[in-house]
């Protein structure tokens, strides 16, 4: 039974995930930020951690009670936890910008390297980081949750040359629009740190607050959680797990054009893009 650690678990893919593998025979344990989601995940029949990636002394003390449950041994992580913050680049303070990294990168990759100490000393290990087609193109009014992902690419495109050998393995799962909690999160921290009436942007933002608010998928192919969890599943059970696991017909697309377009070209397309 090999040992898996999820972040953000308390709904989308990440409560999928914990509870996919689980049924997979996987001995999972699933984080979450709150108490009331660690009582209902456990009513769930998923064995639950506290950990809030924007601290370090939460991440550094969920690991350390993670790898008492699990012996000693971690075989799996995946690095699930995230939010977006949506806005335009100039209206985002320092703080938020600061805040949407905390979680999306550094607490993540705090918590991967920990992981990353113990895969070591055993030789083997699979770290999974769902990432999204915005680490692959960049779309307006999203840049803080592009530059993050952005991040987090480059940090799992490197860490993948330097494993080499160790028998840790790095994979990225790139999705398109997902059916989760995404946009409810997001449009509370839109409510928290941009400041409609004062910016130059404000009639994007009435019709970003629309799709935002929007009951059911707001955009075209929209695939369930677990078309992300399939392929998380084949990255942990895989005997060679691949590199990029793309995720809904955007990603493939984005990918496609992202290579054959002039950059010009495709700044046409995703500023098309961008306004829906």
């Not at 608010?213 to 192919?221: D, I, S």
Request: aromatic share 8%.
């Amino acid at each position: 039974m090999k040992n898996i650690l999820i972040t953000g678990c308390s709904s989308g893919i990440g409560l999928c995930a914990a509870k996919t593998l689980q049924q997979n025979g996987f001995n999972v344990i699933a984080t979450v930020r709150t108490e009331a989601d660690k009582v209902d995940l456990q009513q769930q029949g998923l064995k639950v951690l506290l950990m809030d990636l924007a601290n370090k002394q939460s991440i550094q003390q969920a690991f350390n009670e993670c790898m008492q449950r699990f012996n000693g041994q971690i075989d799996g992580l995946f690095n699930n936890a995230a939010f977006g913050q949506p806005g335009a680049v100039e209206d985002l303070s320092r703080e938020a910008l600061q805040q949407q990294f905390e979680t999306n990168v550094f607490g993540t990759q705090q918590l991967t390297n920990l992981a990353i100490a113990e895969m070591r000393k055993q030789g083997s290990g699979r770290i999974v980081y769902n990432s999204s087609v915005l680490g692959i193109v960049a779309l307006a009014y999203r840049g803080a949750y592009n530059a993050s992902k952005y991040a987090i690419e480059g940090l799992a495109d490197t860490l993948r040359l330097e494993l080499h050998g160790s028998g840790i393995h790095i994979s990225l799962i790139e999705p398109g629009p997902i059916t989760s909690r995404f946009r409810a999160n997001a449009f509370a921290k839109y409510q928290q740190h941009i400041d409609k009436a004062q910016s130059a942007h404000k009639h994007v933002y009435e019709a970003m607050e629309v799709r935002l608010n929007k009951e059911g998928p707001a955009a075209p192919f929209t695939l369930p959680a677990d078309a992300v969890v399939k392929k998380c599943l084949h990255a942990f059970e895989a005997k060679t797990p691949k590199i990029r696991y793309y995720v809904t017909f955007p990603t493939y697309l984005f990918a496609v054009l992202k290579r054959l377009l002039p950059h010009r070209a495709l700044d046409w397309v995703l500023r098309k893009v961008s306004d829906n």
